[in-house]
């Protein structure tokens, strides 16, 4: 039976340290370890870990949500490890997902953090509308019209001046998505 840890950090400025250090008191045989967004369900790392695990093995993870952060995530996890006969922990919470009582406080706290996170995009929502109200420009300052314009002038005449959209957004330092995006909206309004 091989004891697995699973560590994560969403940002390239985090540290795993923490995490390592306590799936390493844990016992972990081997540890997997990445900086990728949890909200992404495309972990190289995780995917890694989850096809080494074996029958009668044990994946370990320092908190909930450094395994997911949705509930579905979390319950698909969980649910496809139990149907392999993988046992699943959780040190933060002490949630170990064979008992019954794990399965329990698994399932309550995933769903506590999928609210927790709603809350978070909710929050940022309403400040982003705030700031709107004040006058406030949210995103990238967008590019001069001067620019936009000879952007689309050399995208009309790419024909006889053999330009590529890529040449023209290098050129000009319109975006290849703004010159498409203007073009498009040009072509709906005639």
Known sequence: MAVIGYGRVSTKDQDLALQVDKLNE????KIFMEKQS?????????AKALDYLREGDKLVVYKID???????DLQKIA???????????FIKEQIDFSTPSGKLMFTMLGAIAEFERDLIKDRTA?????????GKHMGRKGKDEKDVKKALKLFDERESNGLSVND???MTGVPRSTIYAKVKEMTSNS
Do not use: M, N, W
Not at 26 to 29: A, N, R, S
Not at 38 to 46: F, N, P, T, V, W
């Open 79 to 89: 649910k496809e490890l139990e149907e392999r006969g993988i046992a699943l922990v």
């Open 38 to 46: 949890g909200a992404k369900s495309d972990r190289e790392e995780l």
């Open 126 to 134: 309403e400040g982003r509308e705030r700031a709107e109200a004040q």
């Open 26 to 29: 844990y016992g972990c045989d």
């Open 66 to 72: 450094r395994l997911a952060r949705s509930t579905f």
């Open 168 to 170: 023209i957004a290098k």
